[in-house]
Nanobody
Framework: QLQLVESGGGLVQPGGSLRLSCAAS????????VGWFRQVLGKEREGLVT????????DYADFAQGRFAVSRDNAKNTVYLQMNSLKPEDTAVYYC?????????????????WGEGTQVAVSS
């Protein structure tokens, strides 16, 4: 059974950076497509980026292009989300999710496994 744990969230000033981690246990995450999502209370969960299985081909949502970058370390069974030039509107709970298969989508309903999320707050 795949289990995912996010970490790396916190409070950061506008313009700052954070790197989130999504650590997997139970199975090899390299066999799964992984997505990063975020959710603000009262709003639908939105997809930021997907990382294909194995070599991690990335597909970004339009709004995530340029400021967010996904990467994989298969040896550590971990996927990362680097977030730069953060804005107050990036404040949300960030989740990673995984699905069997090579490619994922930016739709949360396509994913089978979810972490508990990590809070990111961008404020001065």
């Amino acid at each position: 059974q795949l289990q995912l744990v996010e970490s790396g969230g916190g409070l950061v000033q506008p313009g700052g950076s954070l790197r989130l981690s999504c650590a997997a246990s139970g199975v090899a995450l390299s066999n799964y497509a992984v997505g990063w999502f975020r959710q603000v209370l009262g709003k639908e969960r939105e997809g930021l980026v997907t990382s294909s299985a194995n070599i991690g081909i990335a597909d970004y949502a339009d709004f995530a292009q340029g400021r967010f970058a996904v990467s994989r370390d298969n040896a550590k069974n971990t996927v990362y989300l680097q977030m730069n030039s953060l804005k107050p509107e990036d404040t949300a709970v960030y989740y990673c999710a995984a699905v069997r298969g090579y490619y994922g989508t930016l739709h949360f309903w396509d994913y089978e496994y979810w972490g508990e999320g990590t809070q990111v707050a961008v404020s001065s």
